[in-house]
């Protein structure tokens, strides 16, 4: 039969009645002709032909596609039980959507950003290079010198390409306004190294890079965001002139869309121009070393081989440095795979950890689904005994109840794909504050493909047991029962009972994790800043500073915009920095040779005098910057304590070395200690004080020597006793007037700066909120559940307990007594749990121990509280039985 029979079976059953018609009427004729009366003739007509009805079904079976037949009767005998049953089936699919939706959601995360965070040609070629010294210590910024060597002697790599930041600000001159861009200087080879060509145009010609004008002179690559914005996706850009500051390039092709390197960062438009060697990259020092490189593995080669290539490679590039210092600093090289690079170590465990906790949400949602699933089998025990005493197979039981396992779990897993975009869409801003990949709010092919794998796995998890339990049960005993109350064994609720224990202890080892976070968080909120955070807006400049090539930045921008935003209504103090603690924005480090050629790193902020009193920074000893610090004074500079502890080591009292000659910034000109601030957190609040200098900014002048990595970006702080949310308007007014380009400056609370400075540790508290939260409620289902279809079940013995005599009260404590043994065991085996849990998220601790006894008593009480009231509403209803009804009950 071809597969067209599928949809004619009404045809092909009335053809298959007219045939079989036919032969028994023929063979009744033929009864006759020998003599047979009529009623004879039929009967020994019925006995030669056999059994109708069976033959049919053989014949069927013939004509093929049988099984799918009986697929098809299961479908829709599954669509007609469960919309009869809306409430069981709601139940299931709710479950079970909430199960796979949370594990989807961090799925799609972690899958963008640990799995496929680019979208290069085969990504896991890639690999990119650091020097550093046989401590561990790692640099980012190369020498020319060394990556040409690599580049002519290595032999692991098939190409080896370098590229180092514009210096400065860089702003492109587009249609309507200057638009900033992230500029890099490129070699020829990076396109074809990470196998993207351009969407129009074409690439830079291949050619090494050379202290000549080569080939790729005055070219320029825009990104697609870059084209569209400055440009509005003109296809006639090619060929075209632009200016980037004041430099005049040539457009000879456009990225793709999507396409960025470096990744991460601010996710600026980016332009792509042909390094051009300088004088300093013939020498190996500190002027010459601002390359970054990334390279493709030949063919055969792996990260370990090309590590001990290099490794070998690098004792000889090293002898060529003449400082000692620099040749210890970039005595060795660690290759790495360009992934492994894109997400800090903190953030990669937080991801897998929260990875596991919706799989444990996931396992969770399975278990419960499973136990109604065994307990729905078990009331249903009288009908499946009665299919297989009328022919069907255990197999085709089986069947059935998978279809029904399917058809709930498909819907779930449609409903699942709805609240991982939903969650994934309403937690993106917290997402793009702590990841370095952008997130889609849509599932992609890899997502729906995991998410049928999660509809298989939990379909066979929730449904193939409870079936095969149910078609392998004894067809006597059932169809004997004469009840509802029967056919369960002491065996299957243990079984159901140790399920319900498994839910809560994966729920109570959520709940205690998710615990220690939210312990975590609210220690990191006690913590003392060092600075006050209230009523501070704070706006990040990009300073178009090519606007200021032959003029003071500081008195031609800075001073008149600090004038301008001090007479704004409401406005009480308005200051700068390079950057605001805990900012992340304009950080300028700065490397200090002691006496003892020992180095000193840290961060060096030119500030203005007023950001004291915004922020109320402390001075542990000395002065702050104040009026009298001007051009032409005394050139002051104030460190914090960690600063003087290293300046200073083996003084009795570090606050000694104010007063005392420091660093010059400036050629000729003495600078002094003026003051030691107290310490503050300024990159993170779980970390302590880091070494800072800070240099009054009106001191620091075109002949400074910090004069450009130092006034291109600032942070505008201005305190107000105004709503901040009125002062935002009227502030960007003013940037807008002072500079076109600062009228698109961020403008952010000092508050929200904090709260973003939680990074990692808040997304984790926040999501395992959310799974912690969850994991309660399938829990307290999950006990209800049992504990409800255990009374229904258990009503007539109920009934007779009351009727001999039984208190009311008796009835709820031993329900609750049931309950109590279940929530113990889980509570005993999600305490070990805990333990092991603990030490997992040990390090997004913060002054909380992995095995806090406040948390490892609180979450068990609060499970305990939320069980036992799941359980009284079963209890109560046990109390209630009427003992008449419950005696007539059959």
């Known amino acids: 039969m071809s597969f067209r029979g599928l949809f004619r079976r009404r045809v092909d059953d009335t053809r298959l009645e007219d045939e079989l018609g036919f032969h028994l009427d023929r063979q009744i004729a033929e009864n006759i002709a020998a003599g047979m009366n009529p009623a004879e003739a039929k009967y020994a007509a ?79 070629r890639l690999v990119v290079m650091q020097e550093g010294d046989p401590g561990g210590r790692q ?60 969407q129009l145009g074409r690439g830079f010609v291949p050619e090494e890079p050379s202290f000549a004008q080569g080939k790729n002179a005055g070219s320029i ?124 170590a903190d953030v990669r465990r937080a991801l897998i950890a929260l990875l596991g906790a919706s799989g444990v949400l996931w396992l969770i949602a399975s278990l419960n689904v499973t136990n109604l699933l065994l307990a729905r089998n078990m009331a249903r025990q009288r009908e499946t005994a009665m299919r297989v005493a009328l022919g069907a197979s255990r197999l085709r039981v089986v069947q059935q109840m998978l279809v029904e396992g399917f058809a709930l779990n498909g819907t779930a897993a449609l409903l699942g794909i709805g609240l991982a975009v939903a969650s994934v869409s309403i937690l993106a801003r917290e997402l793009s504050r702590t990841l370095p990949v952008p997130i889609p709010a849509r599932p992609d092919g890899w997502i729906l493909l995991a998410l049928l794998g999660m509809t298989l796995l939990s379909t066979l998890v929730s449904t193939a047991w409870p079936a095969w339990l149910a078609a392998r049960a004894p067809v006597e005993p059932a169809l004997k029962q004469g009840g509802l109350q029967a056919g369960t064994t002491r065996r299957q609720h243990r079984v159901r009972g140790v399920l319900v224990a498994a839910e809560i202890a994966m729920s109570l080892c959520l709940l205690v994790v998710c615990g220690l976070l939210l312990r975590t968080i609210y220690t990191l909120r006690h913590v003392p800043l060092g600075f006050r955070t209230d009523h501070i807006l704070v706006a990040n400049l990009s300073i178009p500073a090519f606007h200021y090539d032959n003029q003071n930045i500081v008195t031609a921008l800075y001073d008149p915009l600090l004038e301008r935003v001090q007479h704004l209504h409401g406005v009480q103090n308005a200051g700068l920095m390079s950057e605001v603690p805990l900012g992340n924005t304009f950080r300028v480090q700065l490397g200090l040779r002691k006496n003892d050629s020992s180095m000193i790193t840290g961060m060096l902020k030119p500030v203005s005098p007023e950001v004291q009193q915004i922020f109320g920074f402390k001075m542990a000893a000395g002065r702050f910057f104040d009026k009298t610090d001007t051009p032409t004074s005394q050139q002051a500079a104030i460190v914090n304590r960690a600063f003087a502890k290293i300046y200073a080591p083996n003084a009795q009292d570090p606050d000694s070395i104010v007063g005392t000659k420091f660093w010059s910034f400036k050629k000729n000109v003495e600078t002094r200690i003026i003051g030691i601030l107290d310490d503050q957190r300024q990159a993170q609040v779980s970390k302590d004080s880091q070494p800072e200098v800070e240099i009054c900014l009106c001191q620091i002048t075109p002949d400074s020597g910090i004069y450009n990595p130092s006034t291109v970006g600032m942070d505008l702080a201005v305190r107000t006793d105004r709503p901040t949310a009125e002062m935002i308007p009227e502030l960007r007014d003013v940037l807008r007037q002072a500079s076109p380009e600062l009228g698109t400056a961020t403008i952010t609370t000092m508050d929200q700066i904090v709260e973003d400075s939680y990074g990692s540790q808040r997304l984790a508290a926040h999501l395992l909120e959310i799974f912690g939260g969850s994991a309660l409620v399938l ?24 009727a001999l005599g039984a208190r009311r009260g008796n009835l709820v404590w031993m329900v609750l007594r049931q309950a109590g043994v279940m929530l113990v065991a889980g509570i005993a085996l999600g305490t070990g749990l805990a333990f092991a849990a603990g030490k997992l998220v040990d390090r997004f601790l913060y002054g909380v121990s992995a095995h806090d006894a406040w948390t490892l008593a609180a979450a068990p009480a609060l499970l305990l509280a939320v069980g036992l009231l799941a359980a009284y509403l079963p209890a109560r209803r046990a109390a209630s039985v009427d003992p008449m009804e419950a005696l007539r009950a059959e």
Not at 64 to 78: F, H, I, M, N, P
Not at 88 to 112: E, P
Request: proline share 3%; hydrophobic share 45%; with cysteine.
């Open 139 to 198: 640099v980012w910024d190369l020498s020319w010198l060394d990556v040409s060597e690599w580049r002519h002697s290595a032999r692991s790599f098939a190409q080896i390409a370098m590229l180092r930041h514009m210096s400065g600000r860089s702003y492109l001159e587009g249609q309507n306004a200057a638009l900033e861009v992230t500029g890099m200087s490129v070699s020829a080879n990076l396109f074809p190294v990470l196998g993207v060509e351009p």
């Open 779 to 802: 829990c307290m289902a999950g006990l209800y559940g049992l504990l409800a279809y255990l009374v229904s079940q258990r009503t007539r013995e109920l009934g007779v307990r009351i």
């Open 46 to 124: 019925l006995r030669t032909f056999g059994n109708p009805a069976l033959v049919r079904e053989q014949t069927r079976a013939t004509w093929g596609w049988s099984k799918l037949e009986s697929l098809a009767q299961d479908v829709r005998y599954t669509a007609r039980a469960l919309l009869r049953q809306t409430g069981f089936s709601a139940t299931i699919v709710g479950t079970m959507a909430l199960g796979i939706g949370a594990a989807a959601a961090m799925f799609t995360v972690v899958d963008h950003v640990l799995l496929r965070p680019v979208s290069y040609k085969d990504p896991s």
């Open 221 to 344: 690559v825009l990104s697609y965001p870059a084209w569209q914005e400055g440009f509005g996706g003109d296809k006639g850009i090619i060929g075209k002139t632009l200016k980037i500051n004041t430099t005049t390039y040539t457009v000879v092709g456009v990225m793709p869309v999507g396409f960025e390197y470096p990744i991460g960062g601010k996710h600026a438009p980016e332009v792509w121009t042909a390094v051009s060697l300088a004088e300093s990259d013939r020498k190996r020092d500190y002027t010459g070393m601002d390359f970054t490189v990334i390279a493709r593995l030949a063919k055969g080669a792996t990260v370990q081989s090309a590590q001990n290539e290099m490794s070998i490679l690098q004792k000889r590039v090293a002898a060529d440095y003449t400082d000692a210092d620099l040749r210890k600093e970039h005595s060795t090289v660690k290759v790495q795979p360009l992934v492994n690079t894109l997400v800090t």
